[in-house]
Nanobody
Framework: EVQLVESGGGVVQPGGSLRLSCAAS????????MNWVRQAPGKGPEWVSG????????YYADSVKGRFTISRDNAKNTLYLLMNSLKPEDTALYYC?????????????WGQGTQVTVSS
């Protein structure tokens, strides 16, 4: 059974940092591209970042470029998102999602999400 379990969310002041983790199981993690997607209250999902299965390439939404860093440890089957210089508009439920290769970053499995709240 494919499982994606996010952790690391919390409440942080503007300008602060958090590191999210996504523990993957039930599939060959190193064979899949991975993503972070977020959803703010009352809004639709927003893709945040993606990373190739090898970790060789990364991509970011303009809204987070220069502040967030995606990475992965294929030996630990874990995806990460380091978030620096957090802003109130980064408040959202953050999900990790799997993308099978050759699908144009289509997402077939999602975790349950971890809440990030940026507030003073």
């Amino acid at each position: 059974e494919v499982q994606l379990v996010e952790s690391g969310g919390g409440v942080v002041q503007p300008g602060g940092s958090l590191r999210l983790s996504c523990a993957a199981s039930g599939f060959s993690f190193s064979s899949y591209d991975m993503n972070w997607v977020r959803q703010a209250p009352g809004k639709g999902p927003e893709w945040v970042s993606g990373i190739y299965n090898t970790g060789s390439r990364t991509y970011y939404a303009d809204s987070v470029k220069g502040r967030f860093t995606i990475s992965r440890d294929n030996a630990k089957n874990t995806l990460y998102l380091l978030m620096n210089s957090l802003k109130p508009e980064d408040t959202a439920l953050y999900y990790c999602a799997r993308s099978p290769g050759g699908t144009g970053w289509a997402k077939d499995y999602w975790g349950q999400g971890t809440q990030v709240t940026v507030s003073s």
